[in-house]
């Protein structure tokens, strides 16, 4: 049996991995005391091979100390898999109060800060213990839908995910990633005006990226060393694996980066996903929104 523990702070995205895990086949229990995890196994193992749990500030024992005991004396034969999710003090101020919602935690006079932070301490021990974490402090539902999929089926299937993501420096760093690559210094198409307001997915930008030697050149050189190193990280058992490409907007030059570099593996009969951060924002602007 394999039981998926899922965990976080309220508002990060809990309830959206469960669905997923759900539609993934796991059989899922949401908020169930920490003590009851052996007995649950017990009675699951028979008819589940595929279990998820959400254990989070609801459901913790009176002591770290338990929580631990609970989780390292689950039955032999019994995997575990512990994912957290979380996200910034900021987003999750934002979340709580766009929804309205009582954070768990929002008791007597403690602010929504006060609660956001505390909920940190006290999940800590699980957090330090995670074999997968998500920060969904830039991700859409659909974003981390696709995301939680990558991680369980490259988990599952013992085949490793690898992710081309493109994004934007002046947005920030994506968390979630293994390698990131600098492109700002290639030619970029933002300075002809017939390009400016296209992006890395049309053809007059990938004609215009396509032929300059430096850019050929970069995408050669992360092709070779992704190539190099592959090898050694599938051996080592990893599940997923994300390469980030950011140039200063995530508009012209990640982006068809990240699609060139993905199709080029693609070929080689690898799991492949693609993923641009910053589209959605350009697309709201095309429209007008």
């Known amino acids: 049996m394999h039981i998926f523990i899922v965990s976080g ?24 005391p920490v003590n009851l995890l052996p007995a649950l196994s017990h009675s699951l193992e028979k008819n589940y091979d595929q279990v998820a749990v959400s254990i989070d500030v609801r459901n913790l024992p009176t002591s770290e100390q338990e929580l631990m005991d609970n989780l390292d004396f689950l039955p032999k034969g019994v995997n575990v898999t512990v994912l957290y999710i979380d996200a910034s003090d900021e987003v999750l101020i934002r979340r ?3 929804t309205r919602r009582l954070h768990p935690l929002s008791r007597g006079e403690s602010s929504l800060p006060e609660a956001i932070s505390q909920e940190r301490k ?60 600098d492109a700002r210094f290639l030619p970029n198409p933002h300075w002809e005006p017939e390009l400016r307001p296209l992006t ?22 992360i092709n070779n060393f992704m190539s190099t190193w592959l090898p050694h990280l599938e051996r080592n058992n990893r599940s997923y694996l994300t390469i980030a490409i950011g140039c ?24 492949i996903r693609v993923r641009h951060r910053e589209m959605a924002r350009y697309e709201s ?3 007008g929104k």
């Open 9 to 32: 702070r309220s508002g990060s995205g809990k309830t959206v991995v469960l669905r997923v895990l759900e539609d993934l086949g796991y059989y899922c229990v949401d908020n169930l």
């Open 285 to 287: 602007e095309k429209d």
């Open 122 to 181: 006290l999940l800590d021990e699980l957090a330090n213990r995670a074999d997968l974490y998500i920060d969904t402090s830039q991700l859409n539902v659909h974003q981390l839908t696709e995301m939680v999929r990558e991680k369980i089926l490259g988990k599952s299937s013992k085949e490793l995910v690898l992710t081309f993501e493109s994004f934007g420096f002046k947005y920030g760093v994506p968390n979630d990633i293994d390698f990131v690559f």
């Open 96 to 98: 709580y109060s766009e």
């Open 248 to 271: 200063t907007g995530g508009k012209h030059r990640s982006v068809y980066i990240a699609e060139t570099l993905a199709r080029q593996f693609k070929s080689r009969d690898k799991n």
């Open 200 to 221: 890395g997915l049309d053809l007059p930008v990938r004609e215009f990226l396509a032929g300059e030697p430096l850019v050929n050149k970069f995408v050669f050189q």
